[in-house]
């Protein structure tokens, strides 16, 4: 991932957007291949899902970056959610922001090329204790998700918050999200 410059300005733009706005993430080059992956079998005997794989060429730390936000989001909202008289409608985003960007059909919507820092990544992306970082690209991984931790736990640090505003104050930064403009 990115540096906490990097880390700072995504999440500023993302955060301070208004609604009507959309923000330009830059351009990501994916290589289309043939390959499949499946995700085993989720309903019924025999089905599963296919995959199609495709290989990130340039975007990687911004999606890394993006993916670990919305890790931390998706923790945020778990804990709001049951303050609030909507848990339920809270639980449908968090399950949707991980099958959008994170987890789907139990396959993982991003996989980094180098398999010992992918499965980094996942126990980061799973919520799985993680070991010592052992190189400095796992390091980053941490201290990104430590820095998007640590700005939405400013949204909830005053005692007087009201937990509902705060998830829909998230609520809103999915919705931004979602919009994001690629190329």
């Not at 890790?71 to 609030?84: F, G, H, I, N, V």
């Not at 180098?114 to 991984?141: A, F």
């Amino acid at each position: 991932p990115w540096t906490e410059p990097e880390w700072d300005d995504l999440w500023t733009d993302l955060y301070t957007l208004p609604p009507d706005k959309q923000h330009y993430f830059g351009t990501i080059i994916i290589q289309k291949t043939e390959q499949t992956e499946s995700g085993g079998s989720t309903e019924g005997y025999a089905y599963s899902t296919d995959k199609p794989i495709n290989l990130l060429i340039d975007g990687q730390k911004r999606l890394t970056s993006l993916a670990l936000l919305l890790r931390s989001m998706t923790e945020q909202l778990e804990k709001l959610a049951p303050e609030t008289d909507h848990e339920e409608e809270i639980s449908d985003d968090v399950e949707e922001m991980r099958e959008t960007l994170l987890l789907e059909d139990n396959i993982y919507q991003l996989q980094l090329l180098d398999e010992e820092d992918n499965k980094y990544l996942e126990w980061l992306l799973t919520g799985h204790d993680v070991h010592d970082p052992e190189r400095p690209s796992q390091q980053k991984m941490i201290e990104a998700k430590k820095f998007f931790d640590e700005q939405l736990a400013e949204l909830t640090a005053s005692p007087d918050v009201n937990p509902l505003d705060v998830a829909s104050q998230l609520k809103q930064l999915w919705e931004t999200i979602k919009k994001l403009e690629l190329m």
